[in-house]
Nanobody
C-alpha cells in the first residue's frame, strides 16, 4: 500500500525547534514535487513550504527564514526543519507529495496526503 507517513511533531516551547519527516512507503519509484501544509483550529489549510524535484524551494512569508524544507531522494523522505517556533505555528502539519509508483508492472503518478502530525508551541 502506497502511503506517506509523517513523524516528528510534538509540544515545544516558543523559540524551540522541531524536525518533521515524511516518508513514502510502498512500491515507490520516486518522489516528485512535495510540500508541507498546516491547518490550525478554525482555519483553512495553508501551504507552508514546497520543494521541486530539482530541489527548488518556496516558503510562506510567515515561515521564511525560520523553516527549511529538504529531501532525501535515496530514502524517499521529505523533511521540514522548524526553528524559532512561535505559538502561531501551532497546527496539524500535513505532507503532500506526488509519487511515482509501480504496481503490477504499471507505472503511475499520483498525489498523496499524509495523515498529519500535531505541532504545539506553548510555554
Amino acid at each position: 500500500q502506497v502511503q506517506l507517513v509523517e513523524s516528528g511533531g510534538g509540544l515545544v516551547q516558543p523559540g524551540g525547534s522541531l524536525r518533521l519527516s515524511c516518508a513514502a512507503s510502498g512500491s515507490i519509484l520516486s518522489v516528485n514535487a512535495a510540500a508541507w501544509y498546516r491547518q490550525a483550529p478554525g482555519k483553512q489549510r495553508e501551504l507552508v513550504a514546497s520543494i521541486g524535484t530539482g530541489g527548488s524551494t518556496d516558503y510562506a512569508d510567515s515561515v521564511k527564514g525560520r523553516f527549511t524544507i529538504s529531501r532525501d531522494n535515496a530514502k524517499n523522505t521529505v523533511y521540514l526543519q522548524m526553528n524559532s517556533l512561535k505559538p502561531e505555528d501551532t497546527a496539524v502539519y500535513y505532507c503532500y507529495a506526488g509519487l511515482k509508483t509501480s504496481q503490477r508492472g504499471v507505472v503511475t503518478n499520483n498525489a498523496y496526503w499524509g495523515q498529519g502530525t500535531q505541532v504545539t508551541v506553548s510555554s
